[in-house]
């Protein structure tokens, strides 16, 4: 963005990749303006440096919100839907003689990390959490 100039064009793939919501899309769109700076949505066809590409951008920005929005809502919607019948979400707890014996296998310090992951089916991250927590 800071490299942009006036007479230069910003060309983008989608819509959703430049902001989040219109007031940030229109923010940006007039500050390119007062720049001298175009803009081009590839997949929308659409320019600003005409006034119909404008009035189209904007129309889109809110679009692209709602649709945002709307993601939102059913994803909370579906989660609270889920805890309703008793799901919890996220991963199920790690067994934790897995851990135990993961840890026995380090501290041997006869095997590799993973060597012991492969062998614990214990993740190199969470081997290297309990590491530390084991340590603090």
């Not at 904007?58 to 929005?69: T, V």
């Not at 296998?105 to 095997?111: A, C, F, G, I, N």
Request: proline share 2%; hydrophobic share 35%.
């Amino acid at each position: 963005m800071e490299y942009l100039r006036s007479g230069d064009t910003l060309v983008i793939w989608k819509l959703d990749r430049l902001g989040r919501t219109t007031k940030q899309l229109i923010e940006l769109s007039h500050d390119l303006k007062e720049r001298g700076i175009s803009l081009q949505i590839i997949t929308l066809g659409v320019d600003t440096s005409t006034p119909a590409g404008k009035l189209f951008f904007a129309i889109m920005a809110g679009l692209a919100e709602m649709e945002a929005e709307t993601i939102r809502e059913r994803t909370q919607a579906g989660l609270q839907a889920a805890r309703a019948r008793g799901r919890k979400g996220g991963r199920p707890p790690l067994d934790k003689s897995k851990c135990e014996m993961a840890l026995l296998l380090y501290d041997s310090q006869k095997y590799t990390i993973k060597e012991i992951t492969e062998q614990t089916r214990v993740s190199k991250a969470k081997l290297y959490q309990v590491l530390k927590n084991k340590n603090a």
